[in-house]
């Protein structure tokens, strides 16, 4: 188990108007940033999509973030996100439960609440999702979405509405976690590499770009990485296109380091803070700060 490190002085204390100006939108746009980036993790082709054994990650493992604004010269510590997972069965099937907790920090709620909390049931052979669960409560605003995929049927039923997928459709948790079983040696930088997602009520056919290799410095510590470019669906908090940038272990893991982009106004990143149970050593570490 690696412990969670203190945050500085810049991380715990925002004054007072410069929180006023960032809030609400910095809880909101963090904490969907670590969310949505999940379509920044899937990387194989769509016709070997059905056909990876897991190899990175296994029951108890825990990945903590911490999500940082900027609409200026100061990384404003806005939430964190916490990513569980735990082995169980669904319908008769071994499958891995996967959690993705995302809330905002305790000195903002008094002002905009963010609960957002995302879960999948995923098929431990086939790695592909039975179940997503999309629970969003962010101020006044809140909705659920509770899909069930049938694969025989190539259907996913969402909140009673059923819609067409394709035969190797993810959804956006299941995706990260699909995606950590790839063997990057296969692809060269610029790359683009194909896949479908299921978001609420549409399959979105996305892509990823593989960048290559670099060592990232983040608040965690110095790593060895891959780095990773997405197309982005357009919304109210992204702009669509190439815009946000993903670095992942350099190793069997393949957990998220860093997640960075831009948004409407300033821009946001989620670096990794805590781990505890990998599955792999964890040798793209290369110093702890």
């Known amino acids: 188990m690696v412990t969670l490190k203190k945050m500085d002085d810049k991380e715990q204390k925002i004054s007072g108007n410069a929180g006023a100006v960032c809030y609400p939108a910095t809880a909101r746009i963090v904490i969907a940033a670590l969310m949505l980036s999940a379509v920044?993790?899937?990387?194989?082709?769509q016709t070997d999509f059905c056909n990876s054994k897991n190899i990175s990650y296994q029951n108890g493992e825990?990945?903590?973030?911490?999500?940082?604004?900027?609409?200026?010269?100061?990384?404003?510590?806005?939430?964190?996100?916490?990513?569980?997972?735990t082995a169980t069965e669904y319908n008769g099937r071994k499958?891995?439960?996967?959690?993705?907790?995302?809330?905002?920090a305790k000195s903002y709620e008094w002002f905009y609440k963010v609960r957002d909390l995302y879960e999948t049931y995923i098929d431990q052979e086939t790695l592909l999702p039975l179940r997503f669960i999309r629970n969003v409560s962010e101020g006044s605003l809140k909705y659920k979405h509770d899909a069930a995929f049938n694969r025989t049927a190539q259907q996913v039923t969402d909140n009673g509405r059923t819609f067409s997928i394709t035969q190797c459709t993810q959804d956006v948790l299941s995706a990260v976690y699909y995606a950590r079983n790839?063997?990057?040696s296969k692809y060269n930088p610029g790359d683009r590499i194909p896949f479908d997602?299921?978001?609420?009520?549409?399959?979105?056919?996305?892509?990823?770009?593989?960048?290559?290799?670099?060592?990232?410095?983040?608040?965690f510590g110095v790593f060895n990485a891959i780095k990773i470019v997405p197309l982005l669906i357009e919304g109210t908090i992204?702009?669509?296109?190439?815009?946000?940038t993903v670095w992942v272990s350099d190793d069997?893991?393949?957990?998220?380091?860093?997640?960075?982009?831009?948004?409407?106004?300033?821009?946001?990143?989620?670096d990794l803070m805590q781990y505890e149970h990998l599955r792999n050593p964890f040798t793209s570490l290369i110093k702890l700060h």
Do not use: Q
Not at 95 to 103: E, L, P
Not at 263 to 270: N, R, T, Y
């Open 238 to 244: 992204f702009d669509g296109g190439e815009k946000m």
């Open 95 to 104: 499958a891995y439960y996967i959690a993705g907790d995302g809330r905002t």
């Open 40 to 45: 920044s993790f899937t990387a194989m082709a």
């Open 252 to 270: 069997k893991n393949h957990i998220p380091l860093r997640v960075s982009s831009p948004v409407v106004i300033g821009s946001v990143k989620a």
């Open 197 to 219: 997602m299921f978001l609420d009520d549409k399959v979105y056919p996305l892509y990823i770009k593989y960048m290559g290799k670099e060592r990232i410095d983040t608040k």
């Open 182 to 184: 790839i063997d990057y």
């Open 62 to 85: 825990r990945l903590t973030f911490h999500a940082y604004y900027n609409m200026g010269f100061i990384w404003i510590y806005a939430g964190n996100c916490i990513f569980t997972t």
